[in-house]
């Protein structure tokens, strides 16, 4: 059996700045917009407010833009347990990340046995691997 993460998801108070990042600097194609009820926004994620969900794709990846209404979210630090990063396959990450340069997107280079990795963060501060996909 194959299996792959299907999607992510990302709770922000700032979801046009988000969706501008993913679509404008990434690729990402802006999809549906729904509304979710505050019952199942409370039942899945414990917090009592609607929300608004925009469906985000690239290729096989989809990121679902949540955000609340009447909910100021607290901002993730750095320093806190929990979901650190994620990655971004692509054909050719060197060539992927100087796309992501000229369209002004802060890259962090590192190298790791002779190797180069890449990261970029979000408007939000979520941090992306850009991974090359053999």
Request: aromatic share 10%; proline share 3%; with cysteine.
């Amino acid at each position: 059996m194959t299996s792959f993460c299907h999607h992510l998801g990302i709770f922000t108070n700032n979801p046009q700045e988000l969706i501008k990042f993913y679509t404008e600097k990434l690729g990402f194609e802006r999809r549906e917009t729904k509304a979710i009820p505050e019952d199942l926004v409370k039942k899945i994620f414990g917090v009592s407010c609607s929300c608004k969900l925009t469906k985000l794709k690239f290729s096989q990846v989809i990121i679902e833009i949540i955000s609340p209404e009447n909910l100021k979210l607290k901002k993730r630090h750095d320093d806190v347990s929990g979901f650190n990063h994620w990655s971004l396959g692509v054909k050719n990450k060197e060539a992927f990340s100087k796309q992501l340069k000229k369209k002004g997107v802060s890259i962090l280079e590192l190298e790791k046995n002779g190797q180069s990795i890449y990261f970029a963060r979000d408007p939000e501060g979520n941090l992306i691997e850009i991974y090359e996909v053999r």
